[in-house]
């Protein structure tokens, strides 16, 4: 058990209802264990079978596998940005993509907290210096958007940096386009009590533990901040240049499935399998408009 977990038990209000919930209680709320997966609006009653996931995978994975191959062979740049709530499953989607990739020119970035130094700097400065070289395949386990929701929910940066930002990121990702990377942003999107659900699933098992930060557990009476702002980054940073594509998140699996469906079939690589890919699930994934 992590011991610097503090015990928290917070009144949450939920659809108009005050809820109680202690995430030190090995033994998860009913209303949360039965609310979870529909929560949000998710679309289905059930979550996909392993198998059907297993299979549908490895098929995506082998399509992967010639993206790289095209990219080493043409000098092409990919990148990803995912976002999300707090155990919205982001660095499970990016893992599921980069398993079977070339780790030399397939990467995942996850930045910590800024430097003193890196803090001086244009905010965007740490990031460009992780974009693609030719021949890379580069994703984004969250972004410069930090600034967009977690940071100012969080009290991390100023009104007037939150301000300065939101004016300069749809120039700075025009000029990405512009250099032609491919670019795709992805928002996962979860219900409340599904985040909930997998907050105490971390807080209860020691291999996962370590994902659990003070910061999750003091956003949990922020659910409310966090989609205001996240509705007003979306509706402000998405761009024909720079679109946002929002996936539902609560069963793990179609989120992934189909995010990276997305990728393949935005991709004109060589010996593309268009059965193989499969059609994306438009209940799953989409625009901000058609999804949230």
Request: hydrophobic residues 40%; aromatic residues 10%; proline residues 4%.
């Amino acid at each position: 058990m992590n011991q610097a977990i503090a015990s928290r038990k917070v009144t949450l209000e939920i659809n108009g209802q005050q809820r109680e919930f202690d995430i030190d209680d090995p033994v998860l709320p009913d209303w949360v264990d039965k609310g979870a997966l529909a929560s949000g609006g998710y679309p289905y009653d059930k979550k996909l079978k392993q198998s059907d996931y297993d299979e549908q995978l490895k098929a995506l994975q082998i399509e992967l596998v010639k993206v790289q191959f095209w990219l080493q062979a043409t000098g092409a740049r990919v990148m990803a940005l995912f976002e999300g709530r707090d155990a919205a499953g982001k660095g499970g989607t990016i893992h599921s993509i980069l398993s079977y990739m070339n780790p030399r020119s397939a990467r995942n970035v996850a930045l910590t907290k800024p430097t003193e130094t890196e803090k001086s700097q244009w905010y965007f400065q740490r990031y460009i210096a992780e974009f693609p070289s030719a021949g890379e395949f580069v994703l984004f386990d969250r972004s410069w958007y930090n600034r967009a929701v977690v940071e100012p929910v969080m009290g991390f940066c100023t009104e007037e940096q939150y301000r300065h930002f939101m004016e300069q990121v749809p120039r700075f990702e025009k000029l990405i386009q512009q250099d032609n990377i491919h670019f795709f942003k992805f928002w996962l999107d979860i219900g409340r009590e599904m985040q909930i659900e997998r907050f105490h699933d971390r807080r209860h098992d020691p291999l996962k533990v370590w994902k659990l930060s003070p910061m999750d557990i003091a956003a949990l009476n922020r659910w409310d901040d966090y989609t205001e702002k996240r509705d007003r980054m979306l509706k402000e940073t998405h761009s024909k240049e720079a679109p946002w594509t929002v996936v539902r998140a609560n069963d793990k699996r179609r989120a992934r499935l189909n995010a990276i469906r997305h990728i393949l079939l935005s991709l004109d690589y060589d010996g593309k399998d268009l059965k193989a890919i499969g059609d994306i699930d438009e209940k799953i994934l989409g625009k901000p408009s058609k999804i949230l």
